[in-house]
C-alpha cells in the first residue's frame, strides 16, 4: 500500500536518466513515485535500494531540472496508467497521456504498472489453435489462444510488418476481442505508419497502443512494456480475448541493461545487466491468461548481428510457445514472409492439439525440407541435373513447398500493388499435402510463388 506523504530526500547525483536520492527520516518504497519540492512536473520512481537510506530512482519526467541537492518529496503515490474501455482506439504514452493529438483520455479508473503476478490457481491453460490466416506460421509454428509467441529476426526482416498482418487477421470481424500494442524502443517513423495503417483498416476501434519510441529515455522505454502488459491484464480480467503485441522485446532488456549501467551494476553474461532473468521473467510471468480471459502475445524479437546466440535473445526463448525465425537468406530471395522453417517451432504442433493431419502434413515437409537442404551443396557444384532421379524429385517438391509458404499481405498491399490474402489452415494443410504427393510434380516451382491455395496454380497453368 502506498505510503503517507511526507518523506524528503536530497539528489546525491544525477547520470543521465538514473539519479541517486538520500532520505534522512523515513524512506520510500520501491516504484513510489517522487516529485522535485521547487517543480511537481519533474517525476521520478524508486527503482532500486543503492546503500543505507539511499535509492536510485528513475527520471521519467523533466530531467533537466535535477541538480545537486535538489529536494524531493515522497509523493505517497506507486506509478500508474489509467485503464478502460476509454482507451480502446487511443494512442498513449508512458504516463498515459494522449499522443495521438487526440482529446484528453478520462477513464474510471487506473492500475499500477508494477503488477503482481496470477495466483496460481486462477491460471488457466488453453489448447486451442488461433487461425492467422498466414500460412507458413499456422502449418508449421501455429499460435496457440493464450500461449506466446516469438518472432525472431535481424533489422530489416519483416517483423513488424508480420506482426501488423497478424493482428489485422486476428481482429478482423472479431469485435469482442481486444488488442495492445506496445511499441519498446523504435523509430518514431514506423510507430506512426503502423497506426495510420490500423486506422486505415477500421481496426483502431479494437485496439489500445503505447509507444516509448527510440528517443525516448531509457526508463520510458523500459516502463513501455511494463505499461503495455498493465493494459491487457485489465482486458483479460474484464472477460475479453487480449492479443497483445510487443515490437521489441530486445529493446526491453536493451533499456534494463542501460538503466544497470548507470546504475554500476556489474555486467553478466556478453555485457547484459545481471537482472536480465529476473526482467525477462517479470514482463512474461505477467501475460498468462486466467478463468476470466485469454491473453496471446506475438512478440517481435530483434538479433543483433542475426546471432540468435544473444544472451539478450536466449534469455527469452524460455517462455515461448510458438517460435518464428525470420532469416536474411530467404528475404534475399525474395520469399515473403521470410520464415526459415527448418529455425521455427511450435509446443502446439503435436496431435492431441492440431489434429493428426496437420501434424503429419508439417512434419513430412520438415523432414522434405531438410532432406532438401543437405542436397543444397551438391546442386551449388555439379548442378540439380546431376542429382538422382528420387532426389531430384524430392528436390524440386521441396522448392514447390518453400514457394508455396510465400503469401501477400493485406497491410503491404500499398507497397506491392497486391492484393492480400487469409488463407484457411485447412487450405494450407491441402496444398501442402498435394505437393507431397505428387499431384502437383507436373508444374513449375515458380508457379507456386505468392498463390492463396493451390488452386490458382491449377487455374493459373490451365489458363496459361
Not at 216 to 224: D, E, G, K, P, Q
Not at 256 to 264: H, P
Not at 406 to 432: H, M, R, S, W, Y
Request: proline share 4%; charged share 25%; glycine share 10%.
Amino acid at each position: 500500500m502506498p505510503k503517507a506523504k511526507g518523506d524528503v530526500g536530497k539528489v546525491i547525483s544525477v547520470k543521465g536518466n538514473i539519479v541517486e536520492v538520500e532520505f534522512d527520516d523515513g524512506v520510500p518504497e520501491v516504484y513510489q513515485m517522487l516529485q522535485l519540492m521547487e517543480d511537481p512536473e519533474v517525476k521520478l520512481s524508486v527503482y532500486s535500494s543503492s546503500g543505507s537510506k539511499r535509492f536510485y530512482c528513475l527520471v521519467l519526467a523533466g530531467a533537466g531540472g535535477l541538480y545537486r541537492g535538489a529536494r524531493v518529496k515522497d509523493s505517497g503515490e506507486i506509478m500508474s496508467v489509467p485503464v478502460g474501455e476509454e482507451l480502446l482506439g487511443r494512442l498513449i504514452d508512458v504516463f498515459g497521456e494522449p499522443a495521438d493529438g487526440g482529446p484528453p483520455i478520462k477513464t474510471k479508473s487506473r492500475r499500477q504498472v508494477q503488477g503482481t503476478v496470477s495466483d496460481y490457481n486462477d491460471v488457466s491453460t488453453h489448447e486451442e489453435i488461433w487461425e492467422t490466416g498466414i500460412k507458413v506460421i499456422d502449418l508449421f509454428s501455429p499460435l496457440l489462444k493464450g500461449g506466446k509467441m516469438g518472432l525472431f529476426g535481424g533489422a530489416g526482416v519483416g517483423k513488424t510488418l508480420l506482426l501488423t498482418e497478424m493482428m489485422h487477421n486476428v481482429m478482423t470481424g472479431k469485435p469482442g476481442n481486444a488488442s495492445v500494442f506496445s511499441g519498446v524502443g523504435e523509430r518514431t517513423r514506423e510507430g506512426h505508419e503502423l497506426y495510420e495503417e490500423i486506422k486505415s483498416r477500421g481496426l483502431l476501434k479494437y485496439v489500445s497502443l503505447v509507444f516509448g519510441p527510440m528517443g525516448a529515455n531509457a526508463a520510458v522505454r523500459y516502463l513501455t512494456g511494463l505499461v503495455g502488459v498493465t493494459m491487457a491484464e485489465y482486458f483479460r480480467d474484464e472477460g475479453r480475448d487480449v492479443l497483445f503485441l510487443i515490437d521489441n522485446v530486445f529493446r526491453l532488456a536493451q533499456a534494463g541493461n542501460e538503466l544497470a549501467t548507470l546504475m554500476n551494476a556489474i555486467p553478466s553474461e556478453d555485457g547484459y545487466q545481471s537482472t536480465l532473468t529476473s526482467e525477462m521473467a517479470e514482463f512474461h510471468e505477467r501475460l498468462v491468461s486466467t478463468q476470466k480471459g485469454v491473453i496471446s502475445s506475438v512478440e517481435a524479437i530483434y538479433v543483433p548481428s542475426d546471432d540468435l546466440l544473444d544472451h539478450g535473445v536466449q534469455s527469452i526463448f524460455p517462455y515461448l510457445d510458438s517460435i518464428v525465425t525470420l532469416s536474411r537468406n530467404v528475404y534475399q530471395q525474395g520469399r515473403l514472409p521470410a520464415v526459415d522453417v527448418l529455425s521455427s517451432s511450435s509446443s502446439a504442433l503435436n496431435p492431441n492439439i492440431v489434429g493428426q493431419l496437420h501434424y503429419e502434413t508439417a512434419v513430412k515437409a520438415q523432414i522434405t525440407l531438410n532432406k532438401a537442404e543437405s542436397l543444397e551443396r551438391m546442386v551449388a557444384l555439379v548442378g540439380e541435373s546431376e542429382l538422382s532421379p528420387e532426389n531430384q524429385l524430392l528436390y524440386r517438391r521441396a522448392k514447390k513447398i518453400k514457394n508455396f509458404m510465400t503469401q501477400n499481405f493485406f497491410v503491404a498491399e500499398e507497397q506491392t500493388g497486391k492484393k492480400g490474402a487469409f488463407i484457411p489452415l485447412k487450405d494450407t494443410i491441402a496444398g501442402v499435402a498435394s505437393i507431397l504427393d505428387g499431384k502437383l510434380d507436373q508444374f513449375s516451382e515458380d508457379k507456386f510463388m505468392y498463390v492463396g491455395r493451390v488452386d490458382e496454380v491449377v487455374n493459373g497453368a490451365g489458363n496459361g
